[in-house]
């Protein structure tokens, strides 16, 4: 991306070229590699401060009469990143961003919903909006928070003024994706082979976005193993394997998740019985799209990387009930807040410090670290050379065009690799 812009059929050189990212455009456009020292991976630790700051901001109303559990949550939420993202920071990849923008869109919803205006349509809502979408173009795993601008519209825009340029913002982010999509793999979004609508002269193979799809879907239940053989165990094969293969942490996370929604049906269940009101229509929304995130993730690809964005926001949706009793203005409620902050900073800090090197945090501190060298060769294609290289599957920044196998009849569109790739 550094280089070619947008070569079409890009997808046809190597499958994972297809997935189309808007953040790894922004990680190119940003890494200022055209100095000749190397990339800078700037946009993830620059998210990260950015939401850090914001979520901590909220903080304060921890100490004051105007408390939101929203506020509980966000600190939550930085404990959260530290503990299962701090190595993404300097990573141009697109979990972390992703991850962010899903905790960000939920916690300005919250605190809507809080306040009793989520239905209303202002700065704050915008931004609601526009985070929704653009996370949409950064990962697919968070196609479920299309759901907030989706009902707004439907339900209380249609006859709105503010709706044309509620649309325009719509079609400034998502119109360049896909206009990107089919560019590089000839699909409106890939890899869903559903979605075959296009019969551009680059598109990829409908076998081979098929064959994509599986992969997805079998690396992210058992990695390691070929495609075929996970997609033929059952449910109740392939489940025990997967959460074997997760960290304990992991196992933890699952585990909140699953007593949340035990408390969430004993709320409902008792408030049943005593025949009291239930939350309103923007509570159901809230935790519809956070249930809707997790079960899109888990049936799609359940890696866990994928799914932390809502996962971590539906363990912690089962102790709002509680929270709600006991965050009250009080002596109490300030102590408890100084805790909470003192504990997460000294956390937050000690964690700083165990992990600087001090053969590496000099040179570190300026310039992040070279990707790996690997050694290749040339091997010939229908009407050009293409690098392998001689062991792995992955190229780093060896000489263009350089892809781990050299797929049959690939070939240049007008000789030239800005012209792009025909399959």
């Known amino acids: ?104 869109v939920i916690v300005l919803f919250f605190e809507r919903v809080e306040r009793g205006v989520w239905r209303n349509w202002d700065i704050q809502g915008a931004a609601i909006f526009i985070l929704s979408l653009f996370a949409a173009t950064i990962k697919l795993n968070t196609l479920p928070l299309l759901f907030l601008p989706m009902i707004w519209l439907l339900k209380h825009g249609r006859y709105s003024s503010t709706l044309p340029a509620r649309t325009a913002t719509g079609l400034a982010f998502l119109g360049p994706w896909v206009v990107r999509n089919i560019f590089i793999s000839g699909y409106l979004i890939y890899p869903f082979s559903e979605l075959d609508i296009f019969n551009v002269p680059w598109k990829i193979p409908i076998d081979k976005v098929v064959d994509a799809e599986k992969w997805i879907q079998s690396w992210a239940r058992i990695p390691g193993r070929h495609q075929s053989e996970v997609l033929a165990l059952s449910f109740h094969q392939w489940l025990p394997l997967w959460y074997e293969s997760i960290t304990s942490k992991d196992r933890t996370l699952l585990l909140l998740g699953a007593v949340s929604l035990v408390c969430l049906a004993s709320v409902a269940f008792w408030n049943r019985l005593r025949k009291q009101t239930l939350p309103g229509s923007g509570w159901f929304l809230m935790f519809g799209v956070i249930l809707a995130g997790c079960l899109f993730w888990f049936w799609q690809a359940p890696a866990m990387r994928f799914g932390y964005g809502f996962l971590v926001l539906l363990a912690g949706f089962g102790f709002i009930p509680m929270a709600r009793l006991i965050l009250k203005p009080g002596r109490l409620m300030r102590f408890l807040a100084v805790i909470l902050v003192t504990g997460l900073l000294a956390y937050q800090s000690v964690g700083l410090i165990t992990s600087l090197r001090e053969t590496t945090f000099p040179a570190r501190l300026f310039f992040p670290l070279t990707y790996p060298s690997v050694k290749v060769h040339l091997e010939p294609s229908a009407n050009f050379a293409v690098y392998i290289p001689d062991s792995g599957d992955q190229c780093w920044y060896a000489p263009l065009p350089c892809t781990p196998r050299v797929e049959e009849n690939l070939r240049l569109r007008d000789g030239s690799l800005k012209g792009g790739f025909l399959p």
């Not at 950015?50 to 901001?57: A, D, G, K, T």
């Open 1 to 104: 991306m550094e280089t070619y812009s947008l070569p079409p059929g890009l997808g046809n050189l190597h499958d994972r070229l297809a997935f189309n990212s808007m953040w790894l455009v922004g990680s190119a456009l940003f890494s200022f590699s055209f100095l000749g020292i190397g990339s800078f991976h700037l946009l993830s630790g620059w998210l990260s401060a950015l939401i850090v700051i914001e979520l901590l901001s909220r903080a304060r109303r921890l100490f004051s009469s105007k408390i939101l559990i929203c506020d509980l949550v966000s600190l939550v939420l930085v404990f959260a990143l530290r503990l299962l993202l701090s190595l993404e920071f300097s990573s141009p990849g697109t979990d972390l961003p992703a991850t962010l923008l899903t905790w960000m």
